[in-house]
């Protein structure tokens, strides 16, 4: 039986292990993916527990992300320019080989929403300057967006990663601007998330075939992206992001390249 799993404290919360029992039913494979819920401060010791039982692999998910990157041995581009971590492959010598697919995710459930979207004729604004941005904003660099801008709470943050993607910087009191005539929208911010405020921000200013992507996922429809459909805009989801990310770390472990389908979906948002 091939063994992987996933990481993190608390960890009760994720849908990793439903997604992934999900392919491993589909395919018929013999395998299990389970969740560890590990402490910060026992993280190394409960990883050489986790490797010396077995297991090929595993995703990382909160507050592990950044501190996985120093006990790999190897780490992707991805992993390295984003600077977290959150799929883990556990190599044939045992060395653990980190790496990064938010970025993966995020491209690829833009593309399969929007058949035949051009990135090399765009701007692009990202709300946000967290982890998650650090992932849109490498995704859009690889895809040769040609003019990126980005708000953020607090203007330092923006800026130190304005410095790295060449991106221009827009103050949080001027994000109505910063979207203003923008190709393509993406917050990346848990804001309007179930529990949490609405992300405040004023859409009139879009252009009217604009795409406005949320990486919230609940609700599925957040208030930011029902502004966007008022606005005629074309709107990506946050659910897909979720499910393509984790497509790279089933395949590297269970030897099986899975797809995204509706069902999947569907049952995702049911738990």
């Given at each position: 039986m091939i063994r992987a799993g996933v990481i993190g404290y608390p960890i009760s919360h994720s849908k990793s292990p439903y997604i992934h029992g999900y392919w491993l039913k589909k395919y018929g494979i013999d395998g299990e993916y389970k969740t560890y819920e590990i402490r910060p401060e026992t993280l190394e010791t409960d990883i050489h527990d986790l490797v010396h039982a077995g297991v090929s692999?595993?995703?990382?998910?909160l507050p592990h992300k950044q501190n996985m990157m120093g006990l790999c041995q190897t780490l992707t581009d991805?992993?390295?320019?984003?600077g977290a971590v959150n799929t883990v492959t556990v190599l044939k010598n045992g060395d653990?080989?980190?790496?990064?697919?938010?970025a993966f995710g995020f491209t690829q459930n833009l593309e399969k929403t929007i058949p035949g979207f051009d990135w090399t004729k765009k701007t692009?604004?990202?709300i946000g300057a967290g982890g998650a941005a650090r992932a849109v904003l490498y995704a859009l660099s690889q895809k040769a967006v040609p003019?990126?801008?980005?708000?953020?709470?607090t203007q330092e943050s923006a800026e130190n990663l304005a410095q790295l993607y060449h991106a221009n910087t827009f103050q949080w009191k001027d994000r109505d601007e910063s979207v203003s005539g923008a190709d393509l929208i993406i917050n990346t911010t848990s804001l309007g998330m179930k529990g949490q405020n609405p992300l405040d921000i004023n859409l009139s200013g879009i252009q009217e075939n604009s795409v406005v992507y949320d990486i919230v996922y609940t609700p599925l429809i957040t208030p930011f992206l029902h502004q966007a459909q008022n606005e005629g805009a074309r709107i990506v989801t946050g659910i897909g992001m979720l499910l393509h990310q984790a497509r790279p770390g089933f395949n590297a472990w269970f030897g099986h390249a899975p797809t995204v389908t509706d069902e999947l979906e569907n049952l995702i948002l049911g738990v």
């Open positions: 692999g595993f995703n990382v998910t991805e992993a390295r320019l984003i653990l080989h980190g790496d990064n697919t938010d692009a604004t990202v003019e990126v801008r980005i708000t953020n709470r």
